[in-house]
């Protein structure tokens, strides 16, 4: 079970330009988590999760922080709990039916209906594997991406994740689309990060 961590975010020439902080502690699913973009200055997060609800916070550039108080609408997620709730559905997934829940967003200060199945058997570095697709279940899809994720079905190891980042182009304010692996071994090419502090 995920309980907590950080994630760090660097440009191409190893500048660190975001930071997140996750806790799982209070939902498995919705982590109290805050994302800052320096490089856009702009943060948003979940500052804390009740039974009854889930207040989140957002600030964009120029702009009053803004914050709303969503109900508790289960099943629900949010942020990278969506891996939590797409591992704990992985049986029903894999038996080709569709799981349902509801995405909190914080930068959108609103939560959404999503539905998660599965699109077909792949290898993935020569394992067998599966790949997922996550779409919303509502009016949102007409502006939405879809998600595609890949999962080791046995131990529900997440391989692969294509679709909206947590990182924003500086012009647009939109979510960059990203492809982010999660391979046996580091590729080579990949740059040695610096060490936290």
Same mark, same amino acid.
């Given at each position: 079970?995920w309980? %907590?961590g %950080? =994630?760090?975010?660097?440009?191409?020439?190893?500048?660190?330009? &975001?930071?997140?902080? +996750?806790?799982f502690?209070q939902?498995? #699913?919705?982590?109290? #988590?805050?994302?800052?973009?320096?490089?856009? @200055?702009?943060?948003?997060?979940i500052?804390?999760v009740?039974? @009854?609800?889930?207040?989140?916070? !957002? !600030?964009?550039?120029?702009?009053k922080?803004?914050?709303?108080?969503?109900?508790?609408?289960p099943p629900q997620? $949010?942020d990278?709990?969506? *891996?939590?709730?797409?591992?704990?559905?992985?049986p029903?997934?894999? %038996? &080709? /039916?569709?799981?349902t829940?509801? +995405?909190? +967003?914080? &930068?959108?200060? @609103?939560?959404?209906r999503? /539905?998660?199945? !599965?699109?077909?058997d792949?290898?993935?570095? $020569?394992?067998?594997?599966?790949e997922?697709?996550?779409?919303?279940?509502?009016?949102?899809?007409?502006?939405?991406d879809?998600?595609?994720?890949?999962y080791?079905p046995?131990? $529900?190891?997440?391989?692969e #994740?294509?679709?909206? %980042?947590?990182? *924003?182009?500086? !012009?647009?304010?939109d979510?960059?689309?990203?492809? =982010?692996? #999660?391979?046996?071994?580091t590729?080579?090419?990949? /740059?040695?990060?610096?060490?936290? @502090?």
């Amino acid at each position: 079970r995920w309980a %907590s961590g %950080s =994630i760090r975010y660097f440009d191409p020439l190893g500048k660190e330009i &975001g930071f997140k902080t +996750l806790d799982f502690s209070q939902d498995p #699913y919705i982590p109290v #988590y805050r994302t800052t973009l320096s490089y856009v @200055d702009y943060y948003e997060g979940i500052s804390a999760v009740t039974a @009854d609800g889930i207040l989140m916070v !957002k !600030k964009e550039r120029g702009k009053k922080e803004k914050t709303a108080t969503l109900k508790r609408r289960p099943p629900q997620a $949010g942020d990278s709990g969506i *891996h939590s709730i797409i591992r704990d559905n992985l049986p029903l997934l894999l %038996s &080709g /039916k569709t799981a349902t829940f509801r +995405l909190a +967003l914080a &930068g959108a200060l @609103d939560d959404f209906r999503f /539905k998660v199945s !599965k699109l077909r058997d792949v290898s993935y570095e $020569g394992i067998p594997a599966v790949e997922l697709v996550m779409k919303p279940d509502s009016l949102l899809s007409i502006i939405a991406d879809d998600v595609f994720l890949v999962y080791e079905p046995i131990k $529900g190891r997440l391989l692969e #994740y294509r679709g909206p %980042s947590n990182l *924003h182009d500086p !012009k647009s304010g939109d979510p960059w689309l990203a492809r =982010i692996i #999660y391979p046996a071994q580091t590729p080579a090419d990949i /740059k040695v990060l610096p060490p936290l @502090d």
